[in-house]
């Protein structure tokens, strides 16, 4: 079981430099894996679009909410196997 506590005090002393200094490391491994790197925000789409999200979700029967997943999920699939490498 994962001790929330714990993670959260960790997490309330992590210094600015550690947070750079992961980032940084992480960002090493991402462009040793290919030749360009993009860095996007998920937290800033999730915000942007919850509201029209749970409008939509209200609006839609569960089974053509669970058909728009589905889609979702089979475009993802197809975009990432398609992909140039």
């Not at 550690?18 to 998920?42: K, M, N, P, Q, R």
């Not at 509201?51 to 979700?57: I, R």
Request: contains cysteine.
């Amino acid at each position: 079981m994962l001790d929330n506590a714990g993670q959260a005090a960790d997490l309330a002393n992590l210094e600015a430099q550690e947070l750079a200094d992961f980032a940084d490391h992480e960002l090493d491994l991402a462009t040793s894996l290919g030749d360009t790197v993009v860095v996007s925000g998920l937290s800033l789409g999730g915000v942007l679009s919850v509201s029209w999200g749970v409008l939509l979700a209200h609006k839609l029967p569960a089974a053509r909410l669970r058909q728009l997943f589905c889609l979702v999920l089979l475009g993802t699939a197809a975009a990432m196997l398609l992909a140039p490498r």
